[in-house]
């Protein structure tokens, strides 16, 4: 398990890196976890995500509107997986949905994930490509090429309003 989470400057973040680590040595897990909690550039992130099988975003709660951690988890191109909750509905078409949000729906959705990845079943492989679209959909050139599109069209409306009067 690679944890690629950066300490928010929050006491609340802190205090659960804490947990976790007390965890992880209680448990005797230190040869299978991997915790990354400092800040690090974009590159250094997407380089310990493109190593994964599986990149888990396993939110619980919380007051965002959208993730914008998903959107950067995809362009890892490794297979991304979401809890159930309204922040993922932007990415819905590219991610794979866990069955709950509690540790246990979360272990067996990761669970049945990492044998459907090991086995390339046929819905890893449509999800794939889902996500590959909505990554193209996505890059700053298309987005960029389709705002450019929209703003010449305001111009266009408003160049005939002022020339109607």
């Known amino acids: 398990l690679k944890m690629v989470n950066a300490e928010y400057p929050a006491p609340e973040s802190a205090a659960l890196i ?20 400092e800040y690090l ?3 250094e992130s997407l380089s310990l995500l493109s190593e994964a099988n599986l990149i888990v975003f396993p939110y619980q709660v919380t007051g965002e509107s959208s993730s914008a951690a998903a959107r950067g988890g995809l362009t890892s191109e490794r297979p991304v997986a979401v809890t159930p909750l309204p ?27 990492l044998d459907a990845i090991a086995n ?7 999800k794939r490509a889902e996500a590959e679209r909505w990554c193209a959909g996505h890059r700053y050139s298309s987005l960029s090429q ?20």
């Open 120 to 126: 390339d079943s046929e819905h890893v492989r449509t």
């Open 18 to 37: 804490k947990v976790a680590n007390e965890k992880i040595k209680r448990l005797g897990l230190f040869e299978w976890v991997q915790m990354h909690t």
């Open 87 to 113: 922040i993922f509905d932007d990415v819905a078409p590219a991610v794979f949905t866990l069955p709950g949000h509690t540790p246990e729906q979360i272990a067996l959705g990761v669970g049945q994930l």
């Open 146 to 165: 389709r705002l450019y599109r929209m703003l010449q069209g305001v111009a266009r409306a408003n160049q005939r309003i002022n020339e109607n009067g």
């Open 41 to 43: 550039a974009d590159d």
